[in-house]
C-alpha cells in the first residue's frame, strides 16, 4: 500500500487551524495512524484507528477519514506542533508511511 | 514507565556486520510485537522489521531480507538486530518501537535512535 500526503510543506501562523491529508493506494478501512516528529526526535503516536487519540494527545488533533481518504487536523496550532506528520497505514505487512507533511511557521 | 534504551550504532564497511539492541523496560517484552523502523538521513520513516509477541514469527522488509536478523532475549528484556552484509542504502537512524495493544504494527513507544553509519 502506497501511502500519499499532501502538502509536502504547510505554512501556517500560531492559533491557525492546519490540515493535512493522507491518501491510501488502495482501500485500508480505518487501520491509519498519525505520528508526529520533532527534530531530533523519535516519532510520536498521535492518532490511530484513523480517528483515536493516542494516550495524553491533546484534543486539538483530530484524525477523520476511512477507506483511502484521511485527514489529520489542528484546531489552533500551538508553538510546540511545528514539526514534520508522517501517515501510515497500519493493517498489514509492510506498514508504510506517507512521505511526511512539514507544518512550518 | 515504558523505556527503550538502544546501543550498537556506529560506522562500519560495506559488507560489515553491526548488532543493534533495545533494551526494554516497563512492560514484558514477550507479550508485545516490537519493530525497527529506520530513516535515512532527510528521509521518511521504513518499518524494516517485526518480530510478534508469544511466539509469533517474524517479517521483514525485501530491502532487508536475508540480510537482517530480528530477535529477542526474554531473559535480558532486549530486542536485537542483527545487520549482515551492509550497503551503503543501509546509512540510517534506527529505531526500535513498541507495538500497541491495538496491533501490532501501531508504536507507541519509541527508542531514542541509533545511527548507523555504512561507508569505506
Known sequence: ?105 | EVQLLGSGGGLEQPGGSLRLSCAASGFTLSSFAMTWVRQAPGKGLECISTIGAGVSGTLYADSVKGRFTISRDISKSTLFLQMNTLRAEDTAIYYCAKGHSSGWFLFDYWGQGMLVTVSS
Open chain 1, 1 to 105: 500500500v502506497v501511502m500519499t500526503q499532501s502538502p509536502a510543506t504547510l505554512s501556517v501562523s500560531p492559533g491557525e487551524r492546519a490540515t493535512v491529508s493522507c491518501r491510501a493506494s488502495q482501500s485500508i478501512s480505518s487501520n491509519l495512524a498519525w505520528y508526529q516528529q520533532k527534530p531530533g526526535q523519535a516519532p510520536r503516536l498521535l492518532i490511530y484507528g484513523a480517528s483515536t487519540r493516542a494516550t495524553a494527545i491533546p484534543t486539538r488533533f483530530s484524525g477523520s477519514g476511512s477507506g483511502t481518504e484521511f485527514t489529520l487536523t489542528i484546531s489552533s496550532l500551538q508553538s510546540e506542533d511545528f514539526a514534520v506528520y508522517y501517515c501510515q497505514h497500519s493493517a498489514s505487512w509492510p506498514a508504510t508511511f506517507g512521505q511526511g507533511t512539514k507544518v512550518e511557521i
